[in-house]
């Protein structure tokens, strides 16, 4: 079972250079959504997707842009990389229901940007 | 502003010991969710509770969510090598249902040494 798959799994951007972080699910999950770990800071939410064509703004979405063309996949682009943007990302799917159900994570994105 | 106050940050015990990760906060949760993230991997979930004051047992894993449901506990007895990793505890804020938005903690990181 695929579950979630991140590419790349590490880059290296110069400052200024953009790139887009891959995210598809297999599990026909409507849910998705994007967060960076930071040390000392746990898992903070970028941006997310209730369905196809639909996305909204998390707690930390300045510099980073999403789309959500198709069920499966939930593409983060970073337009003009920073240093202040290196970290690891993470994406998720999830399910509705009454609360928030099991997110399941992809193993990463660990991007730097120098 | 972290939402969610996860206490303590670092925990290096010795195998067999007993203890206590707690997660704090002002905001009343629909449901609050425990993770485990090992290294180079996403975080995998433990444990989800939504109703005030439960607890939920898994092996030697214990799980509790204050009667407010604005609080939430893990307790590890007789901790073993292979409970070293990050844990984390994340919430669902009420009023933010059904989007798959989670608020995480900072993270604990436990080393459990032989």
């Known amino acids: 079972n695929a579950g979630v798959t991140q590419t790349p799994k590490f880059q290296v951007l110069k400052t200024g250079q953009s790139m887009t972080l891959q995210c598809a699910q297999d599990?026909?999950?409507?849910?998705m959504s994007w967060y960076r770990q930071d040390p000392g800071m746990g898992l903070r939410l970028i941006h997310y997707?209730?369905?196809?064509?639909?996305?909204d703004q998390g707690e930390v979405p300045n510099g980073y842009n999403v789309s959500r063309s198709t069920t499966e996949d939930f593409p983060l682009r970073l337009l003009s990389a920073a240093p202040s943007q290196t970290s690891v990302y993470f994406c998720?799917?999830?399910?509705?229901?009454?609360?928030?159900?099991?997110?399941?994570f992809g193993e990463g994105s660990r991007l730097t940007v120098l | 502003t972290q939402l969610l106050e996860q206490s303590p940050q670092f925990l290096s015990i010795q195998e067999g010991e007993n203890l206590t990760v707690y997660c704090n906060s002002s905001s009343v949760f629909s449901s609050l969710q425990w993770y485990r993230q090992e290294p180079g991997e996403g975080p995998v979930l433990l444990v989800t509770?939504?109703?005030?004051?439960e607890v939920k047992k898994l092996k030697r894993l214990t799980f509790q969510f204050g009667d407010a449901r604005k609080d939430s506990s893990l307790h590890i007895t007789a901790a073993q090598p292979g409970d070293t990793g990050l844990y984390l505890c994340a919430g669902d804020v009420i009023g933010s249902s059904n989007t798959g938005k989670l608020i995480f903690g900072q993270g604990t990181t436990l080393q459990v040494k032989p």
């Open positions: 998720a799917s999830s399910s509705p229901g009454r609360y928030t159900g099991e997110l399941f």
């Open positions: 997707s209730v369905g196809a064509g639909i996305t």
């Open positions: 509770v939504v109703t005030g004051g």
């Open positions: 599990m026909n999950h409507e849910y």
